[in-house]
């Protein structure tokens, strides 16, 4: 594996709350996708996921709770925790999770993105 320039994976596309997959470790993936507006509520059951921003900030908005994250701060959504992710402006950040993990839980949308189509970039 070679290093990867994160700023460089983020240049490559330009969809929102489509998740892009740039790494592999234990069973995990790391995930880079950008985000303005609002995604979906939704929970993952059996997975926790890890936010961490680049750019912009993005807010967690959890049920009696919400976790505003700003460049350089992440942020663990655990197992079973409704949550919904949204961003005011264009907003840059990476995700780490289980492969088994599905992009909105078991709520399917219009911005829902199946694994199989996470394009690896």
């Given amino acids: ?15 929102l709350w489509s998740p892009k ?5 234990n069973e995990q993936l790391v995930k880079i996708a950008k985000g303005c507006g609002e995604l979906v509520w939704h929970q993952h059951d059996n997975e926790d996921e890890l936010f961490l ?16 994250l ?6 663990i959504v655990p197992k079973g925790v409704a949550h919904c992710p949204k ?3 264009e907003t840059h950040f990476l995700m ?12 399917a949308s219009e911005l829902t993105v ?8």
């Fill in 70 to 75: 700003n460049p350089e701060e992440m942020y």
């Fill in 96 to 107: 780490v999770e289980p492969k088994s993990t599905a992009h909105t839980g078991s709520i």
């Fill in 1 to 15: 594996m070679s290093k990867i320039n994160i700023e460089e994976k983020f240049s490559l596309f330009s969809e």
């Fill in 114 to 121: 199946d694994i199989a189509d996470q394009a690896r970039i």
């Fill in 53 to 68: 921003v680049f750019k912009g900030q993005l807010t967690l908005l959890m049920k009696g709770a919400e976790v505003v």
């Fill in 87 to 89: 961003a005011k402006e």
């Fill in 21 to 25: 997959i740039i790494a592999e470790s």
